[in-house]
């Protein structure tokens, strides 16, 4: 739904002076509001706020870090000074307890009614950065039952939200049956079928305690090189893509996955490019796949640490990912913005970014930071 046309912004305009049409339209506004959902209030209220922001803050707004360390002042002080949407959780920022880094992120933010992401790689297993997280991971439940999903992620999604955690990239909906591959130890399924249940089951279990994040949009089964050290490639077709790799996707959007991590891989039979670079992919997951949440990129300095000189920029490739309809930039390392923000802004003004895409990327971003700072204040 766009901004113009969620159920509490459709009411109509009185002509001035009209006091019948002024108690009209008033009364069809708290009617439309009274009638919306909590996700369109929130998009509402996003709007809104979007609407007050400068280009740069919008710009800023894109971007989620991670800043090494346990003290919250040097987190605030970069909260403040650069404005991203939020903050990634590596396993050297995560003390031992719950209570503990409850207690350490309390105190973040910069504007009243919106609270920053704050995410974490919460898998379980070999991925897990919670020293309280003992549930099972994929290794395991890939050859459990459902309900063993289901279990573990209702738990693991209760210990995220108990530590003030609000995204986990916890959800891995690649397919893959190969023992040799990079990813097989992390993938819910070996076939279509079985991952497609259990990643449904993962994001089913994560909503209304944290925001589930799907991962690696279009697919790390189709390769078993490692995007963190290269850019893996496949030639697989299309129809392949749809029939192997699409089903655990489609699964976990249909059962309200709030966000979408694409993966730095190079489908060439689709696009030379890597995914999440990509339109093409973006406008497939969007128009095939029907997501409407956000898109997130991988860790984009794993565009450098490949060693293409292609991808050697980083301020480049934040354009780069932005114009292909990302809407958050992964960093996982304390980068100055600067540079990449002031490219983006350019792109903006040069034309070779709508402005009107800047805006639908941070309308989505400050929906789900309004619906934390409201799960937080309950």
């Known amino acids: 739904m766009s901004p113009t046309t969620s159920p509490a912004a ?5 002509a001035a002076g ?7 339209s008033g009364r069809a506004a708290r009617e439309a509001t009274s009638a ?5 209030l929130d998009r509402l209220y996003a709007d809104t706020r979007m609407r007050s922001m400068s280009l740069a803050d ?3 707004t894109l971007f989620m870090v991670q800043l090494p360390g346990t003290d919250p002042a040097p987190m605030q002080a970069y909260l403040a000074g650069n404005r991203p949407g939020g903050l990634l959780l590596l396993g050297s920022n995560i003390p031992a307890t719950a209570a503990a880094l409850l207690g350490q992120l309390a105190g973040l933010g910069f504007a009243t009614g919106l609270k920053p992401l704050i995410a974490v790689d919460e898998e379980g297993g070999d991925v897990t950065r919670l020293p309280e997280d003992g549930f099972a991971g994929a290794d395991r439940l890939k050859s459990l039952p459902v309900a063993a999903t289901t279990d573990a992620f209702t738990q693991r999604a209760a210990l995220l939200e108990r530590s003030g955690i609000s995204v986990n990239f916890g959800t891995v909906a690649d397919v893959t049956s190969d023992p040799g591959s990079f990813i097989f130890d992390r ?3 070996t076939d279509p079928a079985s991952a497609s249940d259990r990643v449904g089951a993962s994001v089913a279990a994560q909503n209304g305690s944290v925001f589930a994040t799907l991962k690696h949009f279009p697919g790390h089964g189709e390769t078993a090189a490692d995007s ?3 850019i893996p490639s496949t030639g697989i077709s299309f129809a392949q893509w749809q029939s192997q790799d699409a089903p655990p996707f489609r699964s976990g959007i249909a059962a309200g996955a709030p966000l979408v991590m694409f993966g730095h891989l190079a489908y060439t039979a689709v696009d030379s490019a890597p995914a999440s670079l990509s339109v093409r992919w ?5 128009g095939e796949l029907g997501f409407t949440g956000v898109a997130i990129t991988d860790d984009m300095l794993m565009l450098q640490d490949s060693g293409d000189p292609a991808y050697s920029d980083q301020a480049a490739n934040a354009v780069r990912a932005v114009a292909a309809g990302n809407d958050i930039l992964l960093y996982n390392s304390a980068i100055d ?3 990449s923000v002031a490219a983006i802004i350019a792109a903006v003004q040069s034309g070779q970014i709508d402005e009107a895409q800047i805006d639908e990327s941070v309308v989505r971003i400050l929906a789900l930071q309004r619906a934390a700072w409201l799960r937080a204040a309950s």
């Not at 009209?18 to 009209?24: E, G, H, K």
């Not at 919306?36 to 369109?40: F, H, I, M, R, V």
Request: without cysteine; negative net charge; charged residues 15%.
């Open 10 to 14: 459709t009411a109509v305009v009185p």
């Open 18 to 24: 009209d006091s019948s049409a002024t108690a009209s």
């Open 36 to 40: 919306a959902t909590p996700e369109q």
């Open 58 to 60: 919008k710009v800023s």
């Open 187 to 189: 993938v819910l399924g």
């Open 228 to 230: 963190h050290t290269s």
């Open 282 to 286: 973006h406008e497939i997951l969007r």
């Open 337 to 339: 913005m600067a540079p």
